[in-house]
């Protein structure tokens, strides 16, 4: 399981992001309009940021912040700073904004990080309503999640002993 608000999924390459001093937000700036595109949360690493030739060939410019003055509570307060200040600007596209949420949600909401993965499945089995991110909604998801999973580990065992037998 993700330590709560200290560890998180690269949306680069994948893999874990352990701690917040090793990982950074990142989003483009269209230079033409200002608009922001494409935000996410990746290691601090050139392999996983933002190539700053390819964005420059496609106009654009990244901003990248370390995920440590942005993560919990009592870095809201500069968060809430960085968006209001992309949205003054406006996004490429509608899907940007939600990006950026989403990106948000991930930093400030302890337990989001991996109750997202399993977001999808558990609203269609009515374990959550989709309206909800408080921690006892976020941790339903995970408990679920993980009787789920090994159920299915189960299933799996009978059927290999039936086979085998
Ligand atoms: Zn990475």
Request: with cysteine.
């Amino acid at each position: 399981m993700l330590k709560p608000l200290e560890q998180w999924c690269c949306d680069s390459c994948g893999g874990i992001i352990d701690g917040a001093l090793n990982g950074c937000i990142e989003w483009c700036v269209v230079r033409r309009t200002h608009r922001t595109s494409a935000p996410r949360i990746v290691h601090k690493s050139r392999e996983c940021t933002y190539d700053a030739d390819e964005q420059a060939a496609l106009g654009r410019a990244a901003t990248v912040i370390s995920l440590d003055s942005v993560v919990g509570p009592e870095c809201l307060a500069n968060l809430l700073k960085r968006l209001e200040v992309v949205m003054g600007w406006g996004w490429a596209e509608a899907a940007d904004g939600q990006a950026f949420i989403e990106m948000m949600r991930r930093v400030q909401l302890p337990y989001y990080e991996e109750a997202r993965l399993f977001w999808d499945v558990a609203l269609a089995a009515s374990i959550h309503d989709g309206t909800r991110y408080d921690k006892e909604t976020l941790l339903q998801i995970l408990r679920w999640e993980e009787t789920e999973v090994w159920a299915g580990l189960e299933a799996l065992r009978s059927q290999e002993v039936t086979a085998s037998a």
